[in-house]
């Protein structure tokens, strides 16, 4: 699958402006606050419903306007589809809606979209699944298997949703106000939900390890080994029985715990990921560019296991990718494109590994009054 256009109106610094893309190498190049940024942030949003880095896609609506529409055609397999997201209601200028439309046609609810454009983004805020706290590395896992599973999302609202529950319960069992009759409901609930998010999160990981390996080694790190490895909060042995007697058991050890401090000591919400490089924690020791190096293959393993789930390909998002990896690594990074993948790089300064690709890309240029420029 890959993009073919992309219309955004009123989206950020943009009023109104068309792209070309093409099926390999995009390059989006301009100079700082040119919208680069936004044109893959417009793409993720047709994907996902849903900003990198806004808190609300609201935000994304130009300053002074009540509405914006990013509207996208793609090409799956020779059969061309469209889909747009309006942001605001441009009809009534009612702030705060979403409506999505596929071939024109408005779809009831976010579900009925996802999945219809595949896309995996590398932008800043990835740097965080290597250096930031567990959250940001099970945030990576939760988009990534949700992507191509919406039961898995399903599973994780009802974790939640017991989660709290349970947590409120055991708050008012350690103020003395509760006895804890009630709290068996909430474990059951909350251990139902959590084996299969924890075996979807093994299997996602084991398949991304491998990828990550791989790619990790071709981004020119040479000999360096990227480790990826699930770490869950229960010993994982085995099959849905095993992993549920473990959650129940680790529970039970917890107990006083949990009592002491009020919430869950153990389940998904406390899972993380380790991430080695050539035997040493990359999140805690790793070089800024050891650590990129490690967040950009985490990226594209996960478009390959998306690959190998949905049997689309997934367009890579690039943002920024290529400051602080050395000439090899920005080099190998690139050459990725010769997979035949959709790639959309963006890049204020056009490194030297960059600009000998260009006769083969197809270039956009932001920061010109025509908006873009095909090449
Ligand atoms: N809601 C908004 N309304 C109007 N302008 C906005 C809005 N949000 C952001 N902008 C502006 O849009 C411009 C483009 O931002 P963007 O992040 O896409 O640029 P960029 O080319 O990626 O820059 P950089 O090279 O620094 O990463 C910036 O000048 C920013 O201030
Ligand atoms: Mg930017």
Excluded at 280 to 293: A, Y
Aim: net charge negative; aromatic share 4%; hydrophobic share 40%.
């Amino acid at each position: 699958m890959f993009l073919r256009s992309l219309t955004l109106e009123n989206l950020r610094c943009y009023e109104r402006a068309e792209f070309d893309f093409a099926p390999g190498l995009n390059v989006v190049l301009g100079p700082n606050a040119s919208g680069k940024t936004t044109v893959v942030e417009a793409i993720y949003l047709l994907a996902t419903t849903t900003s990198p880095r806004a808190g609300h896609a609201r935000s994304m609506v130009r300053h002074g306007e009540a509405w914006a529409r990013v509207a996208g055609v793609f090409d799956a397999g020779g059969r061309e589809f469209t889909m747009a997201i309006s942001l605001g209601d441009p009809s009534s200028a009612r702030s705060g809606s979403k409506t999505i439309e596929v071939d024109g046609r408005q779809v009831a609810s976010v579900r009925e979209a996802l999945g219809r454009v595949q896309a995996v983004l590398f932008w800043v805020g990835e740097l965080e699944v290597v250096k930031g706290p567990p959250s940001a590395r099970r945030r990576f896992m939760n988009t990534a298997i949700g992507q191509t599973s919406l039961r898995y999302l399903d599973d994780l609202a009802r974790y939640r949703r017991a989660l709290r529950q349970r947590n409120e319960l055991l708050k008012r069992m350690s103020r003395g106000g509760e006895d804890g009759r009630m709290l068996a409901p909430w474990t059951t609930a909350l251990v139902e939900a959590a084996v299969p998010i924890t075996l979807d999160r093994d299997q996602f990981v084991r398949a991304l390890a491998v990828e990550a390996a791989v790619l990790h080694r071709r981004l020119g790190a040479g000999s360096e080994e990227l480790r990826v490895c699930y770490d869950p909060s229960v010993a994982l042995c085995g099959d849905e029985t095993a992993v549920e007697a473990a959650l129940y058991e680790r529970l039970e050890q917890t107990h006083a715990r949990e009592m002491e401090r009020g919430s869950t000591q153990v389940g998904p919400h406390r899972d993380d990921v380790s991430l080695e490089v050539d035997g040493v924690d990359v999140r805690r020791f790793g070089s800024q560019g050891q650590q990129r190096t490690a967040a950009l293959a985490l990226t594209l393993a996960q478009a390959r296991v998306a690959r190998g789930r949905t049997d689309t390909e997934p367009i890579l998002l690039l943002d920024d990718c290529l400051s602080e990896l050395d000439a090899s690594r920005a080099g190998a990074m690139l050459d990725l494109s010769a997979d035949g993948q959709q790639m959309v790089v963006t890049s204020a300064c056009c490194p030297e590994q960059l600009a000998q690709r260009l006769d083969d890309a197809h270039v956009i240029c932001t920061g010109e009054d025509d908006g873009a420029r095909d090449d």
